[in-house]
């Protein structure tokens, strides 16, 4: 149906809706019409989520974090930006893409095996400036593996004199005994990102690379404690700092939080 003046713009525009919008394509077939946008420089492209929080301190609290990246990246052996997070994963493997034989062969399986779905979980942090992840593991992470976390930080970063610990607006970092636990260490100071925006805290994206790279598609349902070995493993690449883990998550590029790190 074409689109007229009265009703309202199509939700995703389609060749067919194009051909019969435009009056003078009216008449091309459907390659056709794809050609002609061609020759202008239009093409299909994926949409993507606008980024977005409701946050009324994100100016505030975006600016803050990167005045915190660049005195990191300025005094990188007494200063540091650690960005904290935590996420769980399951017994069981999502199903993904993958490669194996073509129909009339069976699809590949995301198998299911064991009594229940059992789940882990992980709180870790990652170095803005050389990469370095530091995690715990547990079948739960509250308030006790926030403050085991915060023990942990201390002691790999004893020598700075400030680091600041990048990190969402979770209740339990509020928490009153994690925040007591806090005084130990005065040289850790939380520094809270804006609500409601993953895309400013990068170890969500080590995160993504972990499930993309070891938990889809995985055949250990049938041995759950080789996959938390799996998942170790994969972590511990990163225990000395990595460049390419850097550049992966966004903190080496053009990207915001990468051009703070230059301003130096």
């Known amino acids: 149906m ?26 091309y077939s459907l390659s056709g019409v794809w050609r002609v946008l061609q020759r202008y420089d239009l093409g299909l492209r994926s949409g993507r989520v606008q980024l977005y929080s409701p946050d009324a301190e994100y100016a505030v609290k975006v600016a803050r974090l990167e005045e915190c990246l660049a005195e990191a990246a300025r ?12 996420m769980g994963f399951y017994r069981w493997p999502d199903p993904a893409p993958t490669w194996a034989g073509q129909p009339p062969a069976p699809p590949p399986q995301a198998e299911r095996a064991g009594t229940n779905n059992r789940q882990h979980r992980l709180i870790g942090v990652l170095n803005a400036v050389t990469g370095r992840v530091d995690y715990l593991d547990h079948y739960i992470v509250g308030r ?34 994690v925040q007591s636990a806090l005084k130990q260490w005065p040289h850790i100071e939380p520094l809270w990102l804006p609500t409601y925006a993953p895309w400013l805290n990068p170890i969500e994206k080590l995160w993504r690379w972990l499930r993309q790279d070891v938990l889809k598609m995985h055949r250990l349902a049938n041995d759950f404690t ?3 070995q799996r998942v170790r493993a994969f972590l511990n690449q990163f225990a ?15 990207g915001r939080l990468a051009r703070a790190l230059r301003l130096t």
Do not use: C
């Open 226 to 228: 080789a996959l938390q």
């Open 144 to 177: 006790a593996k926030v403050i085991a976390m915060y023990e942990r930080i201390a002691h790999v970063y004893a020598a700075y004199t400030h680091v600041y610990v990048a990190q969402d607006n979770w209740s339990i970092h509020y928490h009153d005994d």
């Open 75 to 86: 005094a990188p052996k007494t200063s540091a930006v650690v960005f904290l997070d935590e």
């Open 240 to 254: 000395d700092g990595s460049q390419a883990l850097l550049r992966y998550v966004g903190l080496l590029g053009d």
């Open 2 to 27: 074409a689109v007229t003046a009265e009703g309202p713009t199509p939700s995703r525009w389609t060749l067919r809706t194009i051909r019969a919008t435009i009056r003078h394509l009216k008449d």
